[in-house]
């Protein structure tokens, strides 16, 4: 998997991409990761690459000029064509969720732009970025975070990232639901005893308490995440017993485009 990342501040991915899961990814070749700094691809002397929106108001909006010459220059004059998703961080993009990262694991290149300023001129987003995500209801200073949130949880997805190939089988999300509860020794801490069928090792008892944790808890922190989940008779069954009842769709969030 490659990673284009256009950003006028390159020196911000130092620290994420140099640690950890995303840095035995790139060690290992996985992963690679280009930075282009978009300056570098504005064309007049000083390198400007933002200006005074037309119509007036404050703040600055980013040039289309040094974004399209930049991902012309990495994708070749018709972008759109590569077949690369060419992907606008934004807070008016689409909501980035862990579907639309496993969507992505599956691509062999992905170019992301980090917006910045108060603004990306309009005509990046309508004539050369494919895709714009946003990765929740906040305002960030620009896309370079969001990116690389959006690689960290990419990357993670791909075969061989993490050390126990099952690792994210059944992390948060990646069911539908919240992850059941996780311990570790000693098996009494300052009082507190792990449940005990995990010191059980019946495998199927463990296999179950986990499954109705892992139901209990998202009932009670994200019931919305219940509607969209794939639930076995036998979930039903568990979630009734707590009080859910599936009719309840106060409980939904408003279904996105
Ligand atoms: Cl992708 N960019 C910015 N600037 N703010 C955000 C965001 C992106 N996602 C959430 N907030």
Redesign the pocket.
Known sequence: MHFDILTLFPGMFAGPLSESIIQRAQATGLVSIALHNIRDHAADKHHVTDDYPYGGGGGMVMKPGPLFAAVEAILGPEPRASGVPII????Q?RQ?AQGVAQDLADRERILLI???YEGVDERVREYLATD????????????E???MVVVDAVTRLLPGALGDPTGALDDSHATGLLEYPHYTRPPEFRGWRVPEVLLSGNHGEIARWRRQEALRRTLARRPDLLARASLTAKDREFLRSLGYREQDKDMEMPARE
């Not at 606008?88 to 807070?91: G, I, M, R």
């Not at 714009?132 to 896309?143: F, Q």
């Open positions: 606008l961080l934004t807070p993009g980035f980090c917006g910045r714009e995500l946003s990765i929740g209801d906040y305002v960030l200073s620009g896309g975070l969001a990116a």
